[in-house]
């Protein structure tokens, strides 16, 4: 065996391994710690869930391992100084849901603008009437950087809303705030001018409680929210209050850890904190780009010896060309536009 999945790609970019490769796909060992020993052991290389742990430990069992591979951004479920040591390429589609997210962002700022629209989806078809707004010509305070946020404005700007923002690791005067047409302020004047704020921070454990008492101080009252950032930026009782005192009217948050508005937290009972189960990055079109591009990666790795490090999908490489190179039909490739 050459290629272990325990999650599936795409049959097309999953069809072109298994023609160049011995692949087998054992999703069931996600659940089954020993098989799963026994099944890497044979491995070169393998595509891991999100739940399923890279550690010291797994690698022992993995002496023939050449490439640990995902399909999801993050990377705190895998011990990447262990992976450099044993020369293990670490692979990962990070922003081959950029798009998808930013569109699960626009959706989420759309409906909590329309509260009147989720109601009927959920099949109260006599709902009172609610006086909606429109983002053309509110305001938009993207909290972070991260390459969802730059797609993101492009289509707010398409709206016609003004875009304003703060990253606590990208200095006002870098160029890409004027790239984006976003105007960079302070993270009060996010708080204080925004009628709308969308949360994409890149998660670091330095930013755990970021959103506190101190920062939602100074909320524009009626804000809505939403979020794809990891929720351990928020202060759960200090979110809770805002949710519940008027000042957040409203917030949508993507892939809520475990506990964080479960029984017990103060989050637990509020009817205007609406959590999806990371919905964001689970598109038909998100999944090809990243079956793909994992696929490549592997074959890669495993055809040229010494091929190793911690490797992402480029935010540059977002375009698929479909074109088969001499003569030989590969399915779609990543391509610097």
């Known amino acids: 065996m050459d290629i272990l999945l325990l999650e599936r790609l795409v049959p097309e970019a999953q ?5 160049r490769h011995l692949v087998e796909c054992r999703p069931e060992l996600a659940n089954d710690a020993s098989a799963l020993r026994k099944a890497v052991y ?16 797994f690698l022992d069992f993995a002496p023939l391992l050449r490439a640990v591979a995902r399909m999801h951004v993050g990377s705190d479920n895998t011990d990447l100084e262990a992976c450099r040591e044993r020369k ?6 990070t922003t081959a849901s950029v798009r998808s997210n930013a569109e699960y962002l626009l959706a989420g700022l759309l409906l909590l603008f329309r509260r009147g629209i989720g109601s009927s989806l959920i099949g109260d078809r006599h709902a009172d009437i609610r006086l909606g707004r429109e983002l053309n010509g509110s305001v938009v305070g993207l909290l972070g950087l991260a390459p969802t946020a730059h797609t993101l404005a492009l289509m707010l700007h398409g709206l016609g809303a003004r875009l304003i923002g703060y990253d606590p690791a990208v200095h006002h005067t870098a160029p890409i705030w004027g790239r984006l047409r976003i105007q960079p302020v302070s993270l009060a004047e996010v708080m204080g001018q925004s009628d709308a704020v969308s949360v994409q921070v890149m ?10 008492d101190k920062v939602l101080a100074h909320c524009k ?21 805002a949710l519940t005192d008027g000042r957040i009217e409203a917030a949508l948050l993507d ?16 009817s205007n904190l609406f959590l999806t189960p990371r919905l964001g990055s689970h598109t038909r079109e998100s999944r090809v780009r990243a079956s793909w591009y994992v696929a490549h990666r592997i074959h890669e790795t495993l055809s040229h010896p010494g091929n190793t490090g911690f490797d992402q999908l480029n ?7 479909a074109n088969p190179q001499d003569g030989e039909s590969t399915g779609p490739k990543f391509i610097i536009r």
């Open 315 to 321: 935010s540059g490489m977002m375009g698929l060309d």
């Open 15 to 19: 069809a072109w391994l298994e023609a």
């Open 88 to 93: 293990v390429r670490v692979i990962q589609a």
């Open 203 to 212: 998660y670091a454990s330095r930013y755990n409680g970021f959103v506190n």
């Open 255 to 270: 892939g809520a850890e475990a506990g964080f508005a479960s029984k017990g937290s103060p989050l637990h009972e509020l």
């Open 42 to 57: 044979k491995a070169q290389a393998v595509v891991l869930p999100r739940k399923q742990v890279v550690t010291r430990e």
């Open 221 to 241: 009252p009626g804000q809505v929210w939403v979020g794809i950032s990891r929720s351990s930026l928020f202060d759960a009782n200090a979110f809770a209050s």
